[in-house]
C-alpha cells in the first residue's frame, strides 16, 4: 500500500509511473489499465508494455519507443522467450 501521500496519481509506485511516462500511456484515466485495484501496479504496466512489443514483432506494427540497436535485440529476446515464440510462428 502506498504512504498516504502519493505522488504518482493512479500509479502505486514511482517503478509504473515511470514505464506509463515512458511509453506515453495515460497518467490519469485509470480506466485505460486492466485492474479492479485502487492503484495501478508495475505488473499492469508491465502487461501493457509486453503486449505492445509483442504486436510489434509479431504482427510488425511500428515500435512503441525507439530504441538502439542492442536495446531492441534485448528487447526482442525477451519477449520471444518470456511468451513462447513458438506459438506465434
Do not use: E
Not at 496519481?9 to 509504473?16: D, P, S, T, V
Request: aromatic share 24%; hydrophobic share 40%; net charge positive.
Amino acid at each position: 500500500m502506498p504512504k498516504t501521500r502519493n505522488h504518482f496519481g493512479i500509479f502505486y509506485n514511482k517503478n509504473a509511473y515511470l514505464l506509463a511516462l515512458k511509453y506515453n500511456l495515460d497518467l490519469y484515466n485509470k480506466n485505460s489499465y486492466i485492474s479492479n485495484n485502487k492503484y495501478i501496479t508495475f505488473l499492469d504496466v508491465n502487461y501493457i508494455v509486453d503486449n505492445l512489443w509483442m504486436d510489434h514483432f509479431f504482427y510488425n506494427l511500428n515500435p512503441p519507443i525507439n530504441l538502439n540497436n542492442f536495446d531492441y535485440l534485448f528487447m526482442k529476446n525477451y519477449i520471444f522467450n518470456k511468451y513462447n515464440s513458438s506459438q506465434f510462428i
